[in-house]
């Protein structure tokens, strides 16, 4: 392949900047402020939580799917393109579904409707680094589109959080549609998939091989995650029932209760991610899963880490609603700025997190980021019962931080642990941390954070905040078991 220019890679990835900005406005601000207004307060987390999960369990299988299907496509407009231009034009449809949703069940219906149609353009636009830019130039390219990840949670407290704070919901919708729509344009003129300049050819004649071994990898990890998530509730209600029977003659039924639901509930996240892993890893990988259970734990760290602070950003919203005694308006564009601080220290962490895991080693690195990151989770317990803005905020700098380092270090472990001749094969069960990571962290986390603010206001937000805190403790630990040369 000829070399590329700098805009060649702004270009090849610059419909990442579009989707992030769809999945961000839709996940962190459309979803928790309309399933406010439908459902009844003492449930919304419980209703937020399902939402999501259903979702989730979509995007698992369209996602692989899709990708699958752009490998085989012979379109003369290119393999990935011509996926990216129909998800698209759906996106717009579900969108609009999304602005007209009357009640939570019409609500649901639009979001499935829209995993289905993002996934749609998520899979197949994951192979266009891969076909498009020589290897030399991949880590640049990677860089690039690590930027274009970031950027939306900035942009988006600027534009689509402002007009959702003043009431404007239409309007945030046309814009998230106005953005994703303008960017795809600009991808299918920009990025060239004609073979031109030495670029990867087009498909003539489509390949012979199967579709059905890899798409049951597929379900054999969505399977082990449903696993996962099973044997994490039951060991939750026994270990938390145990905590209860013992607390019960010390404090009284009441507080006996909640230490049930908070104990049970933490050991439901862990347990559902521990297990979920390696059921997950043993449907897709078989026996090699045990052989290199250092990469499985790999991907255990990486869903214990990702599982806490999606959810943390995913129950923002109510969080800030409850501390502040504020409308959803205003919580929806509070949501916003703090996603813009995010957002900045995630930005300037990840950019020299690859020279810092250079020298100080991967492991290491990614250790102490899962560390810095219960530290956030824990700074917010204070801010409660007492609220106190700034101190939020520096918990969100401090979120940012971490979440900058573990994204460029963990992925870099990550590649050290495959085998090289199977890397795609590998790191395609990475996918089972970034989806697995919603299921189990609002899955869990919803319905645990009613209960406990049944008993007492603000009480569920503790305890998941607390559980997160834990998470992000049981990632460092999870290291333990990983082992590799650049330790």
Not at 308 to 327: D, E, K, V
């Amino acid at each position: 392949m000829k070399r590329l220019r700098w805009y060649d890679h702004v270009s090849i990835n610059l419909f990442w900047l579009g989707l992030n900005i769809r999945n961000n406005a839709v996940g962190s601000l459309f979803m928790p402020y309309l399933v406010d207004a439908f459902v009844r307060p003492e449930v919304k987390n419980t209703a937020l939580g399902a939402m999501r999960t259903a979702g989730l369990i979509i995007a698992m299988l369209v996602q692989p799917a899709a990708g699958l299907l752009s490998d085989r496509s012979t379109s003369r407009f290119g393999r990935r393109r011509p996926f990216i231009f129909v998800g698209v034009l759906l996106d717009l449809l579900f969108l609009a579904a999304i602005g007209l949703a009357w009640n939570y069940w019409a609500l649901l219906v639009a979001i499935l409707l829209l995993q289905f149609s993002s996934n749609v353009s998520h899979g197949p636009l994951q192979g266009l680094i891969p076909d498009l830019v020589p290897e030399e130039q991949r880590g640049l390219s990677s860089g690039i589109k690590a930027v274009m990840e970031l950027l939306p949670l900035i942009l988006i407290a600027f534009t689509i959080a402002r007009l959702v704070g003043a009431g404007q919901m239409g309007w945030a919708i046309v814009a998230t549609g106005a953005a994703l729509l303008v960017i795809m344009l600009l991808t299918m003129a920009l990025v060239k998939e004609e073979g031109a300049h030495g670029r990867a050819p087009l498909l003539r004649e489509r390949p012979d091989t199967p579709l059905g071994p890899p798409m049951r990898r597929v379900l054999g990890m969505l399977a082990g995650i449903g696993a996962g998530a099973a044997a994490g509730l039951v060991g939750g209600g026994v270990v938390g029932g145990l905590a209860g029977l013992i607390t019960w003659p010390l404090a009284g039924a009441p507080t006996a209760r909640a230490v049930a639901a908070g104990v049970g509930g933490l050991v439901a996240m862990a347990g559902a991610v521990v297990v979920g892993v390696w059921a997950g890893s043993l449907g897709s990988l078989g026996q090699d899963a045990r052989r290199r259970s250092p990469f499985t734990w790999w991907v255990v760290n990486r869903l214990m880490f990702l599982a806490a602070a999606t959810s943390i950003q995913g129950f923002a919203l109510y969080f800030l609603m409850y501390a502040f005694h504020i409308t959803r308006e205003a919580a929806a564009e509070m949501t916003g700025n703090l996603m813009m601080v995010v957002g900045v220290f995630t930005l300037l962490t990840a950019l020299p997190g690859g020279w810092l895991a250079d020298r100080l080693g991967h492991k290491r690195l990614v250790g102490v980021s899962g560390l810095v990151a219960a530290a956030s989770a824990f700074l917010l317990l204070g801010t409660i019962w007492v609220p106190n803005l700034a101190l939020i905020y520096v918990a969100g700098c401090i979120l940012g931080m971490a979440v900058g380092l573990f994204m460029t270090a963990n992925w870099a472990l990550g590649t050290v642990l495959v085998p090289g001749v199977e890397a795609g094969r590998y790191l395609g069960i990475s996918n089972l941390a970034g989806a697995g990571a919603g299921m189990i962290g609002t899955g869990i986390g919803g319905p645990l954070a009613d209960v406990l603010n049944g008993y007492l206001p603000g009480l569920g937000y503790f305890a998941i905040f607390a559980c997160y805190g834990v998470l992000f403790i049981l990632s460092t630990v999870s290291l333990r078991w990983v082992r590799a040369g650049s330790d």
